[in-house]
């Protein structure tokens, strides 16, 4: 067994904690990559894995991305990441949950976490109960916080609009076709907003019916799953799983732009390099959907309204451009170049 100095994605991690409590059966690593910024944000992850070393590799990748987002994201947060093991049975308990509470509370603040996959806002307000250093809680209409979905959807929007105006030297979306693989949350929140404004879209996803309910709704086109990812069309915008860009993807793509709110859009950091020798203005995942951190950043630091998620969200535009202009000046893809700037915001360079 390798130690964990041996893992491919061990980047000096200020601390990775292991948590083992037989009562409750909790098995848990909570990753801490960074709190240069503040304290550790990121969400914790519910995940029957079937080799423990593949939820370290877990921890330690996603805890570095969220110092990534939450730095470009301009928040006063470093990134960490919780990674509760399920049982085989993937049965989640009241127990469990208390004693990952306790667990986060033993950080003393370093590590806040929030909904990640397999975690729900009323898990988080079990774990409240045991330690405040949570987020994505219910709130109140108007104050920061609580589901992070719509906000991503509204941060991609305008990530969209950035990437059109840069590209195609268009501000006005009307008639520019968006093609959208996924209309869950995000997606299906970024489709109606860009109807608003005019824009054509093509809608996909693998429940072929909530494509085509939110098609007919919307006055667009929707495809099979499996056509999304070479329609011609301004932008694709990929607001499903994570890894869709690859060397057999990026050849098929028919669009300039490339602008989701997927996490982890990109197969291999060689896609990178594919996609920018191909000439398609790709918008680094974790800039453009940042917006649901903000939100419940916003909401765990306290005293914001959602004028202030607003007003933070639409800084997204700003960033993408930073990340744009310095690919153009250096000739960098610009995933290689977000991560260099995100590197230098937490003085990892
Ligand atoms: P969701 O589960 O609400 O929606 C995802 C949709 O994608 C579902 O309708 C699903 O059927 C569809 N889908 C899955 N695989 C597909 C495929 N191969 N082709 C077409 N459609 C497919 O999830 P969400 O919250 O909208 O998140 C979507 C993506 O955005 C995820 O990668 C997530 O990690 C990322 N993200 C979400 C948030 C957020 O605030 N919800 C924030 C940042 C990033």
Request: hydrophobic content about 50%.
């Amino acid at each position: 067994m390798a130690s964990l100095w041996d893992y491919p994605d061990f980047d000096a991690h200020e601390g990775v904690h292991f948590f083992d409590d037989p009562a409750s059966g909790l098995r848990a690593i909570i990753a801490i990559h960074s709190t240069a910024r503040g304290p550790a944000a990121g969400g914790t992850r519910f995940w029957h894995y079937a080799d423990s070393a593949d939820a370290v590799t877990d921890a330690l990748r996603l805890s570095r991305g969220m110092s990534y987002k939450n730095a470009m994201a301009g928040l006063p947060m470093g990134g960490g990441k919780g990674v509760v093991l399920a049982p085989a049975d993937r049965i989640k308990t009241p127990a469990l949950l208390a004693a990952f509470g306790k667990a986060i509370e033993t950080l003393g603040g370093r590590y806040v976490t929030a909904e990640d996959v397999g975690m729900t806002d009323a898990d988080m307000v079990a774990i409240r109960a045991e330690t405040r250093h949570v987020s994505g809680l219910p709130v109140a209409a108007g104050a920061a916080g609580g589901d992070p979905g719509p906000t991503t959807a509204q941060g991609v929007f305008l990530g969209v609009k950035a990437a059109v105006a840069r590209a195609l030297g268009k501000t006005d979306l009307a008639g520019i076709h968006v093609a959208i693989q996924g209309v869950g949350s995000v997606g299906g929140g970024l489709a109606r907003l860009l109807a608003a404004q005019g824009a054509r879209l093509t809608l996909a996803d693998v429940h072929p019916d909530r494509a085509t309910a939110l098609a007919a709704e919307l006055g667009a086109s929707a495809v099979a799953a499996d056509a999304i990812l070479a329609i011609e069309a301004d932008v694709l915008s990929p607001c499903a799983l994570g890894a869709v860009l690859n060397r057999d993807s990026i050849h098929a793509l028919a669009v300039p732009i490339v602008a989701g709110g997927a996490n982890n859009q990109l197969a291999t950091p060689a896609d990178a390099a594919r996609l920018h020798a191909r000439g398609i203005l790709y918008a680094p995942d974790y800039v453009i959907n940042a917006g649901g951190i903000i939100n419940v950043a916003l909401e765990y630091l306290g005293g914001s309204d959602r004028a202030a998620v607003d007003q933070r969200v639409a800084g997204i535009r700003a960033r993408l451009n930073q990340v744009w202009d310095e690919s153009d000046a250096t000739g960098d893809p610009t995933a290689i170049v977000a991560d260099r700037i995100a590197q230098r915001l937490i003085g990892r360079r």
